[in-house]
C-alpha cells in the first residue's frame, strides 16, 4: 500500500498564496490518478483538483483559474499550488492516490484562510 505525505498547509491571509506537496512512497505514474479533496468543519469531502497518469487535469468549479495541480515525476511529488485564497478555502486538504479498485490517502494538511 502506497504512503502518502502531505505539507505546507498554514495560516494564509485571504487574497493570500500557499503550495502544498503530497510525496508519494513509489512511481506516481503506476496510479491512474493523484488528487487532492478537502474537507472543511461540518461539510462533506470534495473533489478540489485531480491529474490524470496522461497529464490532464480536472478543478471544481470553486477554484478554476486560482488552484493549479501539477506533478514531479522525478520526486514522485504532486503540488496544489493556492493563490487568491478565500476564507471559504479553509479546511484540512488530502492528498488521494487512485488504483483499480483502491484509493489511499494522505493524513491531511490544515489550511487556515484567516485576517
Known amino acids: 500500500q502506497v504512503q502518502l505525505v502531505e505539507s505546507g498547509g498554514g495560516l494564509v491571509q485571504p487574497g493570500g498564496s500557499l503550495r502544498l506537496s503530497c510525496t508519494a512512497s513509489r512511481n506516481i505514474l503506476s496510479f491512474y490518478a493523484m488528487g487532492w479533496h478537502r474537507q472543511a468543519p461540518g461539510k462533506q469531502r470534495e473533489l478540489v483538483a485531480h491529474?490524470?497518469?496522461?497529464?490532464?487535469?480536472n478543478y471544481a468549479d470553486s477554484v478554476k483559474g486560482r488552484f493549479t495541480i501539477s506533478r514531479n515525476n522525478t520526486e514522485n511529488t504532486v503540488f496544489l499550488q493556492m493563490n487568491s485564497l478565500k476564507p471559504e478555502d479553509t479546511a484540512v486538504y488530502y492528498c488521494?492516490?487512485?488504483?483499480?479498485?483502491?484509493?489511499?490517502w494522505g493524513q491531511g494538511t490544515q489550511v487556515t484562510v484567516s485576517s
Open positions: 491529474i490524470i497518469v496522461d497529464g490532464s487535469t
Open positions: 488521494n492516490a487512485d488504483e483499480p479498485m483502491r484509493r489511499s
